[in-house]
């Protein structure tokens, strides 16, 4: 079998991370050999990077939070997935390069030619095979992460006003229309059960089709 690369992509509170840990479950429990990981953070470079950078106690530049996501995605690409890949691994990131052109393009308002050239860059041109788009209505992400928040602290980027995440949605969306053979959207406004149907009835058809059998 060949390597497939899963991302999992959306605005904060969107259940995305939650999601990746049940399919992974699912998929093991199929003996399919499951690599998880997440950006930034995925290295133990990354993991220092994200502390930083989702300080919230740090004042961090537009253009310093676009190159040091670059930075944490250029390690990442080099020492864990593409490894992972070519190892014909199934490798699940919450969080890629279209977050990137969400978030930084969009978000911070960076042109998308630059963004298109950081990208490129820091990825090698190593893009996912399939992209899951949990897509949320902005006013109920921030329920969700107001409740997340009693449990643990925020982060900076959980702190931006909501026009942020307005266009960062949004960006999101057009990226999902620009390339619908890559990008599924799901409703993630349902229940964990419900989103998790979802998220099996578009990913193991998908793995049916790279010649990956759902029974193991």
Request: glycine share 6%; aromatic share 6%.
């Amino acid at each position: 079998m060949a390597g497939v690369f899963i991302t999992f992509e959306g605005i904060d509170g969107c259940g995305k991370s939650t999601q990746l840990r049940l399919l992974a479950s699912e998929l093991r429990v199929r003996w399919l050999e499951v690599v998880t990981t997440r950006e930034p953070g995925g290295t133990p470079l990354g993991q220092r990077l994200r502390a930083v950078l989702l300080d919230v106690k740090e004042q961090v530049d537009p253009l310093t939070e676009l190159l040091v996501f670059a930075a944490d995605r250029a390690q990442h690409v080099r020492t864990l997935l593409s490894p992972a890949i070519e190892a014909n691994k199934i490798v699940l990131s919450d969080r890629y390069a279209d977050a990137t052109v969400a978030y930084q393009g969009s978000g911070r308002g960076f042109s998308p030619e630059l963004i298109q050239e950081i990208v490129q860059l820091a990825t090698d041109g190593l893009m996912p095979d399939l992209t899951l788009l949990f897509d949320l209505p902005v006013a109920e992400s921030a329920v969700r992460t107001r409740r997340r928040t009693k449990a643990k602290h925020s982060d900076r980027l959980d702190r931006e006003h909501s026009e942020f995440h307005e266009r960062v949605r949004a960006a999101y969306l057009e990226i999902a229309k620009s390339d619908p053979e890559r990008v599924r959207v799901i409703d993630a406004r349902g229940s964990v059960k419900q989103t998790q149907q979802l998220v099996m009835d578009i990913v193991m058809p998908f793995l049916e089709s790279k010649g990956l059998s759902a029974n193991g």
